[in-house]
């Protein structure tokens, strides 16, 4: 009898296992905000799709330990896998262990994506956009602030061994060898971690030399928020001080609100999520898929920031 | 030893042997590093003759440069009460490796019991429960708080005491754990926008005015009391510790539930000072709590070391930290400088036991 039960149930599983569709996922970093929003958007995207089961890891900043997990996914079987890689320049390695299982590049893009083959495929923004957005901004309202004779800031790094973090640096000193923006200077450039109560004691320290500065640059929200919250501890006017992040996350755009903050950069996540589970189940069922699709970044301002409120 | 009320770690107390204490060392090399950093300030080209301590810009109604003063104690406020706890640990010949991860832990949840419902006008976007658990006074998030830490101290205190498992396993597994919570209480999301009297305890110079009333408070547990004493006849030996009547499993608990507690304690005022908490607070910190107790002059096989120290080494590394930004040294550089100063304290310790001995 209780061979039968234990039959009976295996072959219920397996054929369970046939109709339903499998779905791994493996994230850059569980802790990472924004990816958090995308990872939950996923989640709930994934809930909707009748007979849809989906699993998602954390790779912890580790390619290693991504690979592995990639390769985990293929020997378990899925019917797919969505990798966020951790290291964009190491597209190859990935898609190899992927072998014939569909994959789906979501969010960063990896270095081989024009050679990607016909299982796999990639959604996301375009990096270079993020840094260049924001930091152009922050040119311009310098620029109308008449500051356009000369102006001084700082600029707060992620971690330093993060891709996004030494593209969006890069952006800014890119946007400030443009001919209309080189009266902006970095006095000094160091990394906060991404993290905002690090951005609060790097920014105090910055200001504790009393070199006087016109803007303060972050390669995310919760860096240009931490440095906020020190500059109005230390009494400055957050009118005429120009601070600029990337994200759009909530938090900032309260701060933004406020009047505290000036521009930030919204990346869709609700667009990479679902697209990249639509084009993962689209690479299972075989059809054809748009192997290249880029999401544009928006530029968010107090202008436009209300239509930006509930997204992120 | 210069102090017989400390644990001998295994050397006798000879007088003809007494030097000055071990603390008046690691504030020579404090006021040494602060010279190494104005010296620089003067012959680094780029730095216009600015000064590392003093009011070189004529800012302030003092002779120093008090905003500089104010963030070298400021940024290391808050590993330094975890530091206070660690110090404790390391005593007893322990070590507590999850306090980094429960500083992340207890902030998710200390905080989802200190928000506020409307922030500028809007809804709270990061609201994790009901109405019924905003604007909660701030004692709500406090205790919830320090009774998570010390839930987590209890079963850390109880694995090494009565199960034998060693601390570094232990704590090891307890690091992991509290990662795990605090990346599930909210799914990863942050948690944020305090009420007015939650940020209070985190604003401003909160977080130094709780680092030093603590430390005043366990320099006077540890030297004073019956708990003290325990602490270090347990760390210096502990089967003498057993024979002489201390009941060290009970005691152990108990440190490990104060170290805990101290952790927690950080978490809840990190929260309130970043105004939000995030899974990926901490990282690091129980690194540099030991780093802090170690540059201190604490012994990790036990037994010596003093909270007088610990707040020294806090200061060391807050030294070391705004001096950094002061010459402007890239953070890849400063990582490297900062282990060889946390190497170079132990190698100088070991030396200075040697020739004691």
């Known amino acids: ?312 | 030893m210069s102090d017989t009320s400390h644990g001998t770690g295994g050397l006798t107390f000879d007088k003809t042997k007494r030097t000055w204490p071990n603390e008046m060392n690691i504030l020579l090399a404090l006021i040494i590093i602060v010279v190494i950093f104005e010296i620089l300030g003067q012959i680094l080209p780029y730095m216009n003759d600015q000064s590392f301590l003093f009011d070189s810009r004529d800012r302030f109604d003092s002779i120093f440069n008090e905003a500089r003063l104010r963030i070298i104690i400021l940024q290391v406020a808050i590993i330094g009460i975890i530091a206070l706890g660690v110090t404790q640990v390391i005593i007893t010949a322990g070590i507590d490796l999850s306090s980094g991860p429960l500083v992340a832990a207890t902030a998710m949840i200390a905080m989802s019991f200190g928000q506020t419902e409307l922030v500028n006008g809007f809804a709270n976007p990061k609201a994790l429960f009901g109405t019924w658990a905003m604007d909660l006074p701030v004692v709500v998030p406090i205790v919830v708080g320090l009774s998570f830490g010390a839930f987590i101290g209890a079963i850390n205190g109880t694995f090494i005491a009565f199960l034998r498992i060693p601390p570094f396993i232990a704590t090891l597994g307890m690091f992991l754990i509290c990662r795990g919570i605090a990346l599930w209480w909210s799914g990863g999301n942050p948690v944020s926008f305090p009420t007015e009297s939650y940020k209070y305890i985190g604003s401003g110079m909160m977080p130094v005015v709780w680092f030093l009333s603590l430390a005043v408070i366990f320099h006077l547990i540890m030297r004073y009391t019956v708990y003290g004493k325990h602490t270090y006849a347990i760390g210096s030996n502990e089967e003498a510790a057993r024979m002489s009547g201390i009941n060290v499993k009970r005691h152990k608990v108990m440190v490990y539930m104060i170290a805990s507690m101290l952790a927690a304690f950080a978490g809840v005022i990190l929260a309130a000072k970043s105004e939000t908490a995030q899974a990926g607070m901490g990282e690091f910190y129980e690194l540099f709590a030991i780093a802090m107790a170690v540059i201190g002059g604490i012994s990790l096989q036990g037994g010596r070391g003093s909270i007088i120290g610990t707040v020294l080494g806090a200061m060391v590394l807050g030294v070391i930290r705004s001096g950094f930004t002061y010459i402007k040294l890239d953070g890849s550089y400063q990582l490297m400088a900062m282990g060889s100063i946390i190497i170079a304290a132990i190698i100088l310790d070991q030396y200075r036991q040697r020739n004691k001995a």
């Open chain 1, 1 to 312: 009898m209780k061979k039968l039960l234990i039959t009976a149930s295996l072959v219920a599983m397996m054929g369970s296992n046939a109709v339903a569709q499998e779905i791994g996922a493996t994230f850059s970093r569980f802790d990472d905000n924004w990816l958090t929003v995308l990872r939950n958007g996923m989640v709930e995207h994934a809930a909707t799709i009748d007979g849809l089961s989906y699993q998602q890891e954390d790779a912890s900043d580790d390619l290693a330990k991504q690979i592995d997990q990639v390769k985990n996914f293929v020997a378990s079987g899925v019917d797919a896998i969505i990798v966020n890689i951790v290291d964009t320049s190491a597209g190859a390695a990935i898609t190899a262990a992927a072998g014939d299982t569909p994959l789906v590049y979501v969010n960063r893009e990896p270095d081989n994506v024009n050679e990607l083959p016909a299982t796999q495929a990639f959604v996301a923004s375009n990096e270079i956009e993020s840094g260049t957005l924001s930091a152009f901004q922050i040119c311009n309202n310098l620029r109308a602030a008449g500051k356009a004779g000369g102006a001084t800031g700082y600029l707060m790094n992620g971690q330093l061994s993060n891709q996004a973090a030494v593209q969006r640096s890069k952006d800014v000193y890119d946007v400030i060898g443009m001919d209309m923006c080189n009266f902006m200077t970095i006095i000094d450039e160091q990394t906060a971690n991404w993290s905002r109560d690090e951005a609060q004691d790097l920014m105090t320290n910055w200001m504790s030399s009393g070199e006087p500065f016109d803007f303060v640059l972050a390669n995310n929200d919760e860096m240009a928020i931490g440095a906020i919250q020190a500059m109005k501890a230390a009494g400055m006017d957050m009118a005429v001080m120009q601070v600029g992040g990337v994200d759009a996350s909530q938090d900032a755009l309260l701060v933004m609100a406020a009047g505290d903050y000036d521009v930030t950069v919204f990346q869709d996540s609700v667009g990479q999520g679902t697209g990249s589970i639509d084009a993962a189940l689209r690479l299972i069922a075989g059809e054809a898929v748009d192997q290249k699709v880029y999401i544009p970044f928006k530029l968010v301002t107090p202008a436009n920031m209300g239509d930006f409120l509930a997204k992120n």
